[in-house]
């Protein structure tokens, strides 16, 4: 008995040791700021790969390799979310990217319920975006500390204390810059580090395929080196001291300050300096609020939940991922856990951590982790899975859809491969699927926050589900959550149709939002709500 107790301790000693190594976080921006680059980036650094392999827009260029769609490849954009582990110092850096066309959000917010700090990387030229200010919304919802890079320094761009001015203006947020840009944006020499005064020169690879080498110079001799730049950014430096811009971890950590970097991903400027502030300054994974309240101790027994499912990374297999965030105890392959939503047991034999088509068998995790649970058919997104004691963590947001289309089988031989590919679609959240008796199962609505959904929901059911289809666009732009008694009533509406979510969601389908509107003033007391909300 004694021996067990010495062995719980033990143990509760190494989850605690290891979580506080952790450090799990997104990179979150607008589209074409570089997030995918980045992400390489700090992988080459880290020694986790050799050489990156970004997007230029040209041919013959190697793909990055977190994209492995087809799709992505081809557009040169993220669609799905990454997920890479690696080690930096003392630290285990889970970086998770995320899908950077807007049309995605909803997944890019399901990946910032997995994370315990965010990376918001803004274009030098163009400055906060409105994808940039949606997901920052979200970051302060969830009270996610923010460390702020200033990207693509390197070509033409805005002044750096005007950029300073506009983040404080539109965030609310104290920018606190780490470095300080030596020289304008187009002519990016190197940076200041504010906190020992040095001089960090950069000196460009081939490509940006390889880690930039770095001179540490001081004062004197970057005065030297640089004369009336240094002298500026010294300045500048200055400035930003005197009205309050200097670092503080408690403001950071309360959501009142954001630590700012210059960089430039492509070349590999600064990012070792990113990489250096995430085990530095972000958090390790706390203890974890359950769907009641209560939180979740990191050391209490193993609890994770879902918060992507995605199916085709394996040509070769045509397996299930789903990707899971370690809550609380440690996993270890091979473990029997408990699924809350059905009470079902779930086998976890076939663990691994994937990064684009990338796998490696994973045998343990820790809080703060990702773990990719292979042919998790009974999971969803959202689920959460337990050892021994229950825990239920909060639904995942789910975003209102404003695109809809019936789709059909185009070869009505192939409905079985249709219906898996259709279940499959929903249970990953590519697409919300809406279904009623009077369509019934071979013509369900799919719904979409944008269209391009649709183009993965029709490449994915060709290619990975060898079913292809036809969508027919519906004239619907708005849908709300209602209740059983209303439906009568607003099917008998012109222009309202009311279809089922898989959530066991009513949602009411409208031309516009004046439509919306004309039915209120018909019924006083009829239930529509923000599905979102």
């Known amino acids: 008995m004694q021996h067990g107790a010495l062995s719980d301790v033990r143990l509760d000693t190494d989850i605690v040791s290891e979580t506080a190594r952790r450090r799990s976080f997104a990179v979150i921006s607008h589209p074409d700021a570089g997030k995918s680059t980045l992400t390489e980036a700090l992988a080459l650094h880290a020694h986790a ?17 977190s994209d492995w769609m087809e799709m992505e490849q081809a557009r040169g954009i993220s669609i799905t979310s990454a997920s890479l582990q690696f080690e930096y110092r003392d630290a285990v850096i889970n ?83 780490l470095t300080w840009p030596v020289g304008v944006a187009g002519d990016f020499r190197g940076v200041l580090d504010r906190a020992t005064g040095d001089y960090v020169r950069f000196t460009g690879t081939a ?6 080498p770095q001179e540490v110079l001081d004062d004197a001799g970057a005065f030297a080196r640089e004369g009336s730049a240094w002298s500026t950014a010294v300045e500048e430096s200055e400035l930003l001291g005197a009205a309050g811009a200097d670092h503080s971890q408690e403001s950071f950590l309360a ?23 995430l085990v530095d300054l972000a958090p390790s994974p706390g203890a974890r609020a359950a769907v009641d309240g209560t939180p979740r101790a990191i050391d209490a027994p193993f609890s994770a939940f879902v918060f992507k499912m995605q199916a085709g990374m394996d040509t070769a297999h045509r397996d299930r991922l789903a990707f899971v965030r370690v809550c609380s105890g440690l996993f270890e392959r091979g473990m029997v856990l408990t ?12 663990a691994q951590q994937a990064f684009g088509r990338e796998r490696t068998v994973i045998d343990s995790a820790y809080p703060g982790d990702v773990v990719g649970l292979v042919n998790g058919s009974d999971l969803r997104v959202g689920d959460t899975l337990y050892l021994s004691t229950r825990v239920e963590y909060p639904p995942l947001p789910t975003f209102a859809p404003e695109h809809f289309a019936v789709v059909r089988a185009r070869d009505a031989g192939r409905y079985k491969q249709f ?54 666009r519906l004239s619907y ?3 709300m959550t209602t209740t059983r008694e209303w439906v009568a009533t607003l099917d008998a509406e012109h222009g309202v149709e009311v279809l089922h979510r898989h959530d066991g969601a009513l949602l009411a389908l409208f031309s516009d939002i004046w439509r919306v509107s004309a039915v209120r003033r018909a019924y006083p007391g009829v239930v529509l709500a923000d599905p979102a909300a």
């Open 49 to 65: 790969i050799t050489e990156a392999g970004h997007i230029n827009g040209k041919s013959g260029r190697r793909h990055t390799v």
């Open 95 to 177: 970086l998770l990217d995320t899908p950077g066309h807007a049309d995605f959000s909803e997944d890019t917010y399901r990946v910032l319920s997995a994370v315990d700090a965010a990376v918001m990387l803004i274009d030098a030229a163009k400055g906060l975006e409105a994808q940039t200010m949606k997901l920052f919304a979200v970051c302060k919802q969830r009270g996610l500390p923010l460390i702020t890079v200033i990207n693509k320094w390197d070509r033409p761009g805005r002044d750096a204390l005007a950029l300073m001015d506009e983040i404080a203006e539109r965030t609310g947020l104290n920018p606190t810059p």
């Open 207 to 212: 490509g940006g395929a390889h880690i930039a």
């Open 255 to 277: 959501g009142v300050s954001t630590p700012v970097l210059f960089a430039s991903a492509v070349r590999n400027f600064g990012v070792h300096a990113l990489l250096d502030v």
């Open 339 to 350: 699924l809350a939503r059905t009470g079902r047991t779930f086998a976890t034999k076939y």
């Open 419 to 472: 219906r898996r590919g259709i279940e499959q679609l929903e249970a990953e959240g590519v697409v919300q699927v809406l279904r009623s008796e009077l369509r019934g199962d071979q013509a369900p609505v799919v719904a979409a926050v944008g269209p391009l959904q649709f183009e993965v929901a029709e490449h994915r059911m060709a290619h990975d589900f060898s079913s292809p289809v036809r969508l027919e």
């Open 477 to 479: 732009t708005r849908a």
